[in-house]
């Protein structure tokens, strides 16, 4: 089955600096790969998403870049603001079942004011 | 509309009690899914539908049952609780709208999550 590893599982930077978070996945057949933003004690939620088809995707302060011959894909938040502190959760799945994706184990991200 | 909502939210058990946590979505999502969350981990599936009358095991099954008798609905049963199965629970919903990857939007609404204790 499908093995999602995330780096690194916490992360500190300063409010205005960038933070990367990066996932590796195993098979070759996954085709779609989200994150999602989890705040304390809350539900997680989609905060953008990629497909097999596109390199890269961007919304305002958060890009996610593909790379799916070394099987890897990143994302990268821009800007930073004590907001964006959560635990970020990345994902991998085939298919149209987005549902059944393996879960990365998450990154603690803080955002220094 | 209400999205996804979960009962009870907070739940203590004693070993061996039984008890089911429930789910339901009034977005008309055809596909839905129980996870746990264990604390530092990310979320594993432990059984999903993709619609009324259709389950199957994800990736942690052991100790729990499910039913989808309507497309709203799909409570998750824990029968003969231990401990092992102390975790927060997030249901969630997603809508597939057909067979090839670029179509449908499979983005997945979650539910509030319930926290369960078994002592």
């Known amino acids: 089955g499908e093995n999602v590893e995330q780096h690194p599982s916490t992360l500190s930077v300063q409010e205005g600096d960038s933070a990367v978070i990066k996932c590796t996945y195993s098979d070759s057949a996954s085709n779609y790969f989200p994150w999602y933003k989890q705040e304390l004690g809350k539900r997680p939620q989609l905060i953008i998403d990629i497909r097999s088809n596109v390199g890269e995707k961007k919304d305002q302060r958060i890009a996610v870049t593909l790379n799916k011959t070394a099987k890897h894909f990143s994302l990268h938040i821009t800007e930073t603001q004590p907001e964006d502190s959560a635990v970020y959760f990345c994902?991998?799945?085939?298919?149209?079942?987005?549902?059944?994706?393996?879960f990365g184990d998450g990154t603690t991200l803080t955002v220094k004011p | 509309n209400a999205g996804v909502t979960q009962t009870p939210k907070f739940r203590i058990l004693k070993i061996g009690q039984s008890m089911t946590l429930q789910c339901a979505q009034d977005m008309n999502h055809n596909y839905m899914y129980w996870y746990r969350q264990d604390p530092g981990m990310g979320l594993k599936l432990i059984y999903y539908?993709?619609?009324?009358?259709?389950?199957d095991k994800g990736e942690v099954p052991n100790g729990y049952n499910v039913s989808r008798s309507t497309t709203e609905d799909f409570p998750l049963r824990l029968e003969l609780a231990a401990p092992s199965q102390t975790s927060v629970y997030f249901c969630?919903?997603?809508?597939?709208?057909?067979?090839?990857?670029?179509?449908?939007?499979?983005?997945?609404?979650f539910g509030a999550g319930s926290r369960l204790t078994v002592l």
């Open positions: 969630a919903s997603s809508y597939s709208q057909g067979t090839g990857y670029l179509s449908g939007a499979n983005v997945l609404t």
């Open positions: 539908s993709v619609g009324a009358g259709i389950t």
């Open positions: 994902a991998a799945s085939r298919g149209t079942n987005a549902g059944k994706s393996t």
